[in-house]
């Protein structure tokens, strides 16, 4: 629980719930006095790295010390890593919500699937309009980056100015006319910002992040010159992309099929609340394309990064039930490799591979992808506008900060560098990184929300670790003796050709069999455990969790 000391008016407090120093989980707790606004609402992903979680969250437990402060939760853009805990947070904290009319739409579609869309106050929020909540003014200045409507916060608080960019790049030529707001920025910086945090995701790459306007010339080249289908592996929320990818599709006469529930979200919440719809006769259903000849396909598929569930690695695996990989298909991965994934998507490329698909990635044609988060001239670009006195990169793996606050220093920004839980205070004599606060993330399990004691979450990992071995066993007393006959099953452990159970049916029956009648239970289950661990020293170094099940008949 954090520390509710009373702070002075005109301090304001930040407090990173996450997304500092660790990709993800974006999460930002501004507070001053008796108010506070959540900036964005993030997960991570976790993947197999803990046993049946979905996602990982921000600190419930963290935000419920701020129960009776927060007013609402303010939005930068849609990413999953920045609105995917909403449904979680709001069933704790029902406050108010703000957003663009592109994430809001996003956001309803994901409520829905919660059964929560009427239970929800969500506002919408435009670029060069304000908004008062408590102290905090917010003005809203349009950014670019890889899906529509996203923003960055101008905040007036009562210890100074604030801008908190969200991710961005700077782009021109989008399709649906969005223009980085270099004007707006410039304006927000004449006035004076004592506190700038910002997008620190590439901040160690050189350079510009490149335009969606030179991708499309490269897909259109690459897509035109396969022989057979193209298929194209790219993240489902870059509805430019996905744009690029079917005029370049219809550009040589091909359709373009989806395939990925996260795809069919995305346009149709393009088509609903943006300025890009798509249109319907450039698609056909999976299902038809049995249809058509293999060069008349553009298939565009989730799973960009070999996420498990999504439809490219099901395909690489030869388990999708509509996407079946041959040795005339091209793979074309117009996508980043986010770190962490490395692994798992260069597996997924050699199944591919193995399966006579011909792959075309960053790796071979760099220009198939642009980044949608700025690279370090971007960067430096936006601070030149700002002239923060203060400067807190956020976003990013801690070296990401650490690149990003040596090019605020470049324009005479002092600079602080933080991590999750870390508390900044600032007022008008600058800023100073205060109270530690314990912001371990929460679980979703499915409909379940907990932490990790609650989930269980070192259980799971001890049991997908060292595997599970659990025995019933029955004792029968008669006439002061005792018959043991116990059954041993085995998971997730090496067990020779059966021989490990037979042993340690044998060990418990003949360990059982000097027990009396007044044993207490608990006793009965150590001993239990005692003799499989024994038994299992002789297979195995691992320690496999022991569910002793005793059934006691007495006459």
Not at 116 to 129: A, H
Request: charged share 25%; with cysteine; hydrophobic share 40%.
């Amino acid at each position: 629980m954090p520390k509710t000391k009373k702070i002075d008016k005109q301090t304001v407090q930040l407090l990173p719930l996450g997304g500092v120093g660790r990709m993800g989980m974006n999460a930002m707790l501004l507070i001053c006095g008796d108010d506070a606004v959540l900036l964005d609402c993030g997960v991570s992903f976790v993947d197999s790295e803990i046993p049946g979680i979905d996602v990982m969250l921000p600190s419930l437990r963290v935000l419920a010390g701020y129960k009776k402060k927060l007013r609402a939760i303010v939005l930068t853009h849609g990413h999953e890593d920045h609105i995917g805990a909403l449904p979680h947070i709001l069933r704790q904290f029902p406050v108010p919500i703000y957003s663009t009319r592109f994430t809001a739409a996003l956001i309803q579609q994901r409520l829905r699937e919660h059964g929560m869309e009427d239970s929800v106050n969500l506002s919408l929020i435009k670029p060069g309009k304000n908004l008062q909540i408590g102290p905090f003014n917010f003005n809203f200045l349009r950014v670019t980056h890889s899906l529509p409507d996203c923003v960055s916060l101008a905040i007036s608080t009562p210890a100074g100015n604030i801008l908190f960019t969200g991710d961005f790049k700077i782009e021109a030529g989008l399709r649906d006319g969005t223009v980085f707001d270099e004007a707006g920025f410039r304006a927000f910086g004449d006035s004076g910002v004592a506190l700038m945090m910002s997008d620190s995701t590439n901040a160690e790459v050189p350079g510009w992040s490149g335009s969606e306007s030179g991708v499309a010339i490269a897909l259109t080249e690459v897509i035109a010159a396969c022989k057979g289908r193209a298929i194209v592996g790219l993240f489902a929320s870059n509805l430019y992309r996905v744009h690029t990818v079917v005029d370049a599709a219809r550009a040589a006469g091909r359709y373009t099929v989806l395939i990925g529930r996260s795809l069919d979200r995305y346009v149709e919440c393009a088509n609903n609340a943006t300025d890009m719809p798509f249109d319907k006769d450039d698609f056909i259903e999976a299902k038809d394309m049995h249809l058509y000849d293999d060069d008349e396909l553009c298939i565009i598929c989730t799973g960009s990064q070999a996420e498990p569930r999504a439809a490219l690695s099901r395909a690489a695996q030869g388990i999708h039930p509509d996407l079946s990989i041959t040795n005339t298909d091209t793979i074309i991965l117009s996508s980043r490799v986010i770190p962490g994934n490395e692994k798992r998507i260069y597996s997924m490329i050699n199944d591919l591979a193995r399966r006579g698909a011909h792959i075309i990635s960053t790796r071979t044609r760099r220009d198939i992808h642009a980044s949608g988060h700025a690279y370090s001239d971007e960067q430096r670009a936006l601070l030149s506008y700002v002239r923060p006195k203060h400067f807190f990169p956020v976003h990013g793996e801690y070296t990401f900060l650490q690149r990003h606050c040596e090019l605020a220093a470049e324009f005479g920004a002092k600079t602080v560098l933080a991590e999750n839980g870390q508390v900044l205070e600032l007022t008008q004599d600058g800023v100073s990184v205060r109270d530690l606060v314990e912001v371990t993330p929460w679980y979703a399990d499915g409909s379940i929300v907990g932490d990790a004691e609650t989930l269980q979450i070192k259980a799971r990992e001890k049991l997908a670790f060292n595997g599970v071995i659990a025995v019933s066993a029955r004792l029968k007393f008669q006439r002061g003796t005792v018959v043991a006959k116990a059954r041993a099953l085995p998971s997730g452990v090496y067990q020779g050709n059966g021989e490990l159970a037979e042993e340690i049916e044998k060990a418990v029956n003949r360990c059982l069999a000097d027990v009396d009648v007044k044993t207490a239970p608990e006793k009965i289950d150590s001993l239990i455990t005692q003799q499989v661990r024994k038994v299992c020293k002789r297979y195995t170094t691992r320690k496999p969790v022991v569910l002793a099940l005793v059934e006691i008949d007495k006459e």
